[in-house]
């Protein structure tokens, strides 16, 4: 069984995509340079409004999440497992962690992709605002 979700964001001028643990992705439509971690703003889901079919899913240790991330002609796809503390309940942000931590905001741990590894035209695309469209699959292992 897979359940997806799709959130559509946009890159802004201060994406820096630097963070070597994590990379997020908020509803905020401002960002600071200190976000070096946030990748995209102005998404049209935060965690708390993925359904819940798919926090129910991410929320197990055998989960895992495949993350699309598609901006124009580019594309990379992210590795993640879900973790049973995960509760998906942050009303605006959503973080992609390398680590086992978890907090609301929280939708994944062992991602194989930080802020600082996404490819550096992602990343220049994201910086000029170009629109970002982020797909989530959680595959459960049998």
Not at 27 to 42: F, H, R, Y
Not at 54 to 80: H, M, N
Not at 105 to 131: C, K, N, W
Request: hydrophobic share 40%; proline share 4%.
């Amino acid at each position: 069984m897979s359940v997806t979700e799709i959130i559509h964001c946009r890159g802004h001028k201060n994406v820096l995509g630097l963070h070597k643990s994590t990379f997020e992705i908020t509803k905020e439509t401002e960002l600071s340079p200190n976000g070096d971690c946030i990748i995209a703003v102005g998404a049209d889901k935060g965690a708390v409004d993925l359904s819940p079919e798919f926090r129910k899913a991410v929320a197990d240790d055998t989960a895992v999440l495949r993350t699309t991330l598609t901006c124009g002609e580019l594309s990379v796809t992210i590795l993640s497992q879900g973790a049973s503390g995960i509760t998906l309940t942050h009303p605006t942000d959503i973080v992609w962690r390398r680590s086992t931590f978890v907090c609301p905001r929280t939708i994944a741990v062992y991602s194989d992709h930080t802020a600082s590894l996404l490819p550096r035209e992602l990343v220049a695309a994201l910086q000029r605002g170009a629109e970002l469209t982020v797909t989530l699959t959680i595959e459960e292992l049998q």
